[in-house]
């Protein structure tokens, strides 16, 4: 005789889903209604708006390995032990140096399409926001699979893993190393 395992309900998960989902479109539209200004917004300390974008992105994109390995050492698949506190923080950092990018994205170039890298860096960049938010909102929620977090969190590496080699690969490949 074998015991029944209890489930887990997917139901906890609708919520985070739908409201993930929700933000994924709304900043598809927004980008896609809104004039774009191509004004650049503050790039301080840089020498214009796209060296801003891809110095912050590639900082985000460092900040989201140090996110992978922090999780993985967190589920005991390291063998290491890295205090949470460092997992929270530079997922923190990530997302705040992803800020100003999206922003400057969204207010002067909009989504975009006449170009496939272009066009699959604004649907990746729609995509990481709607799956962030999922992420986060699925974190409180008790009763989740267990497979919840390492599925959004994996789908979340991956949309900016996508976003910055759409954006900072492609630059540093294109133009240079440029401050």
Known sequence: MTAIQPTRSLTPLLTPLLIGGLVMIALGVYGRAHAPTGFAVGPGGFSGALPMKV???????????????????????????????????????????????????????????????????????CFFYGVFTAKMLALPKRGTPGWTLPVLGGLTFTALVGLWLTSSFWFFTAVGFKV
């Open 55 to 125: 110095w912050l992105t590639t900082g985000a994109f460092a900040l989201a390995i140090v996110q992978v390995v922090s999780a993985l050492a967190m589920w005991g698949k390291l063998g290491i032990s890295i205090p949470p506190a460092v997992h929270r923080w530079s997922g923190r950092l990530a997302f705040l140096l992803t800020i100003p990018v999206a922003f400057h994205c969204l207010y002067a170039l909009g989504l975009q399409y006449d170009v496939p890298r272009v066009l699959a860096h604004s649907l990746l960049g």
